[in-house]
């Protein structure tokens, strides 16, 4: 163990004391790939802690959490999607985060900060730190993905409250749907005898659909234009929570007669949008002020494009004296295979859309959005509560 004095090559204070363990090697020369030059020349306006970053050499020393709430100054000013954001130290500028190669290279190069613990032997950090360090191969957008992604640019649009609508992405060519209607009232019927003894689970029933047709979320069919697939649906008991203790899925998944093909066979999943979860915690934990919060109703928030609404019928009555009614669903709908890519793009579409309007909220719904929750840290209170006026 010994005691360094860092500082910057650029001033000679601050100087920091930190206590480090000496190794033969402390991991294999970084980076592991050569950076283009047209991603090279984007930093060169900044004052940079390493002006070759670039350059293929040794890793002299790994810097633990403690002390990274000391180096780090700002933010990640992000430059764009596929180049490392730069973010200021008291060494200077330094170069982090996602590289994304050109297609032919199908990689994708990542550095993130890591925190690690006190009990964790220093072999047992270095293979967890690693383990994020290596470079995965990452395949280029598959043609399928790409038509996901190209439907969705061409046809979603924005209404003049601010909400979006969004349509359903399909395969170009597909087998017709099967008639859907008899397995989607069997599933009612099920439904409805599950319930009949139990008096308040069939109230919370009727609650959580009266819901959603008083936000406006469905609405009785009007037969104005012919329906192509019923979405059977069932409940789900969740005594654990307070909130919704029952919950209603719907089943895309479902082949109508003659085991024919389903909603989610002809729809296009489109790509993974999800950031890589561990990102986004190292960078939760990153300094001392934090934000957490959720999307409410996230895919419920996004209208369904009017014309592609008769693939989201569904089958439903308050009460077994009444008669079976025919709903169309109207906002993206989960049991879709489709709607976490709806609901991840749209976001992203909506960061683009008030990025200069709202810039911190934009850079966290690109950097610190898991499904529908928001993990984020800031430097200062005052940057925090600025974050959190404008995400809300």
Known sequence: MVTCAIKSKFQDSPTLSVDMVVVAKVAND???????????????????ADPQFYK??????????????????????????????????????????????DSNDQRTVQNYFLSVSDNESLDQALRAFWTIEEVPCTPSMNPLDKLAEDIF??????????????????????????????????????????????PELRQAYNEFMREYETLGHM?????????????????ILRPTSTSTPLRVVFDGSCRGNNNSVSLNDILLTGPNLYRDISAIILNFRLFNYCIVCDVCKMYRAILLKESDRCYQHILYRSSTAEPIKEYELKTVTYGLSCSPFLAIRTLLQLA??????????????????YMDDILYSCNTHEEACALQDQLL
């Open 352 to 369: 683009s859309d008030e990025e200069e309007r709202f810039p911190l909220a934009a850079q966290v719904i690109k950097e610190g959005v």
């Open 153 to 198: 640019l061409k046809e979603h649009t924005r209404e003049s409250n601010g909400r979006y609508v969004v349509p359903l992405p399909r395969v170009l060519s597909h087998p017709p749907l099967g008639d859907s209607r008899p397995v989607a009232e069997r599933r009612l019927l099920a439904t409805e005898r599950k319930l009949a003894g139990t």
């Open 30 to 48: 970084m980076p592991n790939v050569n950076f283009p030059r047209e991603v090279i020349s984007s930093y060169t306006r900044f004052n940079l």
């Open 219 to 235: 609405e009785l069919y009007s037969g104005s234009a012919p329906c192509k697939y019923i979405i059977p649906h069932h409940n």
């Open 56 to 101: 293929r050499a040794r890793v002299d020393m790994l810097l633990g959490n403690d002390v990274v709430s000391e180096i780090i100054q700002s933010q990640p000013l992000f430059i764009n999607e596929k180049i490392p954001s730069v973010i200021d130290t008291i060494f200077g500028s330094v170069v982090s985060g996602k590289l994304i190669l």
